[in-house]
């Protein structure tokens, strides 16, 4: 179908000025655009017009932190990202997905990110290597198309627990050249970077040299990597810099998942982090960055264990719980010295809310902190802790509240930053980050606070992590590129998702087109899925098709 948008306003993701347009979809590609009052019915043989008077239009929104690798092909409406004006998402986060794996890895990654995207009984598996995975996400017959695009980093953690387990220790020469095998395939099967969760095992466990060696691999194929690094807490400064260290000294180009500074540590700060990347940036390092406009963070309460205890898996990790020694060791970890799982800070109870359980039988515990479930049961707050990890089987998502209003506005309006919901989508009240990001930064941000102009703002969320993705075609709205475009109002565009009623969609988006398919329309989801998966190819850049083509 020929669309012929007519009297937008325009903002092209470049972070040029805005200008009235007409625009044409000519199929899944932007036609013609032009200035308004251009282009007629007649002329075009649109067999649609969509009068935008008032409404701006705008590449789609690329979310630049997303775990929606299995939700896309669960609940396949997408509404959570599409009613927000998500076209596409970069998947594998943290260093923990489900490619590639072997059965056993697969086994393990389903438990241990059950409280990221659940763990559903019953859904085919159908897939091992990073390719596959990207073939299931492009596969028709698999249950249709995906809702938004999809690229992919092939996640550290998962290799390493494919190649040397889940356990701590260092890799012998042949684990470490085993390991770059598995990413140079994944990457040349799709995959556009790397990803690592250094608070997560098996992740953590990579020393600085293992990490040097995976990314010299990445970067010799044009690659990113996209550390959630080792603190956003105590020693976060420390954290950023060996990270910042790592890319200079690989070449291998970084891009800083969720960048805050967190914890009472870290409040004020954020500016020593924008100082380091900005002298890294003048020597000549390419780094980019993503954040969320909230404060809280979200993640799953295993996560606050120590990594040792958290050491060989599911199993060994609740038989160590179970052990009043070992119990006693954790506690000491947890409550007196501050473990690396949470940051190498103490752990605060009244900071830790419940946001989604997996055993039904805890369902009440949801939207409580550690703290008021102690309470109520007039319970020390660590045994709590304890006896909600052993029912629920680890898989217990969290929202934490240790974030700081000056930090997030000081690092969006960083000349590298970009936009990433990292929203959780499953669990009875998930981070509202996961519906209400993208209009958040364009409401609250840019036009009710100033912080953003509404052309930085579209560029951040557009143009700019196109670039860092390295899209052939896609993240301006340019003649011959993709037609992912947004249609939203300036007036009335906000978040209407909260920490109380998470699952809403957002006030203002009137139309969103994926690959030239409406799949919101006149702000109402049509049902219809049009995205594609992303691949790296030889000559370094991400569009749709098989990489070997």
């Known amino acids: 179908m020929k669309t012929l948008i007519s009297n937008a306003t325009l903002v092209d993701g470049t972070g040029a000025d805005r ?7 000519d199929g899944a590609v932007i036609a013609a655009v032009v200035d308004a009052g251009s282009l007629t019915p007649a002329d075009t043989g649109a067999e649609r017009v969509i009068d935008a008077t008032g409404l701006v239009l705008s590449p789609g929104f690329i979310d630049m932190h997303a775990h929606s690798d299995l939700q896309l092909l669960v609940n396949r409406d997408h509404y959570a990202k599409l009613s927000q004006g998500v076209t596409t998402e970069l998947l594998g986060q943290d260093g923990l997905s489900y490619a590639p794996v072997d059965d056993a890895t697969l086994a393990g990654v389903r438990e241990k990110i059950a409280g990221w995207n659940d763990n559903p009984a019953g859904f085919d598996w159908n897939w091992r290597t990073v390719g596959e995975y990207l073939d299931r996400l492009d596969s028709v017959e698999e249950g249709g198309r995906i809702a938004t695009n999809a690229a992919y980093l092939v996640p550290q953690g998962t290799v390493r627990a494919m190649v040397m387990g889940f356990a701590e220790g260092d890799p012998t020469p042949g684990q470490q050249q085993h390991m770059q095998d598995v990413i140079r395939a994944a990457m040349e099967e799709g995959a556009v970077g790397m990803s690592s969760g250094l608070t997560y095992t098996p992740g953590m466990y990579a020393q600085t040299e293992e990490l040097a060696g995976l990314l010299r691999t990445v970067g010799e194929l044009g690659g990113f990597y996209a550390p959630h690094h080792r603190s956003y807490g105590k020693g976060a400064l420390g954290a950023y810099a060996e990270m910042i260290s790592l890319s200079r000294d690989t070449g291998c180009a970084l891009h800083l998942s969720h960048a805050t500074m967190n914890f009472a540590e870290n409040k004020g700060r954020a500016g020593e982090l924008l100082d380091l990347i900005d002298q890294a940036l003048d020597q000549g390092v390419d780094i980019t960055l993503d954040t969320y406009p909230y404060l809280p963070g979200a993640t799953t309460l295993s996560a606050i264990l120590p990594s040792w205890a958290s050491s060989g898996g599911t199993e060994a990790t609740l038989a160590r719980l179970a052990d009043p020694d070992t119990r006693a060791r954790i506690r000491e970890a947890v409550e007196i010295y501050g473990s690396d799982g949470c940051h ?18 805890l369902a009440e515990l949801v939207g409580k902190t550690i703290k008021d479930i102690a309470a109520e049961a007039r319970q020390d707050p660590f045994e709590v802790f304890v006896r ?10 969290i929202l934490q509240h240790v974030g700081h209003e000056e930090n997030v506005q000081a690092i969006m309006k960083h000349r590298t930053h970009t936009g990433g919901s990292d929203g959780l989508l499953v669990g009875a009240k998930p981070h509202p980050r996961a519906w209400g990001t993208f209009p958040r930064y364009l409401g609250h941000y840019s036009r009710d606070l100033g912080l953003l102009s509404l052309e930085e703002t ?5 143009g700019r992590p196109a670039a860092r993705l390295k899209l052939s075609g896609r993240g301006l709205v340019r003649e011959g590129y993709a037609a992912d475009v947004v249609l939203f109002d300036p007036a009335t565009i906000r978040d209407t998702a909260t920490f109380e009623n998470p699952r809403q969609a957002a006030d203002g988006i009137h139309y969103v087109f994926v690959n030239g398919t409406a799949a919101i329309d006149g702000g109402k989801p049509t049902g219809a899925r049009a995205g594609r998966a992303l691949r790296r190819h030889s000559d370094g850049l991400t569009r749709v098709g098989s990489s070997t083509s």
């Open 19 to 25: 200008r009235q347009a007409d625009v044409l979809l």
């Open 458 to 462: 579209v560029h951040h969320l557009t």
């Open 344 to 361: 190498g800070v103490v752990a605060e109870w009244d900071t830790l809310e419940i946001s989604g359980v997996q055993n039904p039988a």
């Open 388 to 397: 909600i990890l052993t029912e629920d089987r680890l898989g217990t998502g």
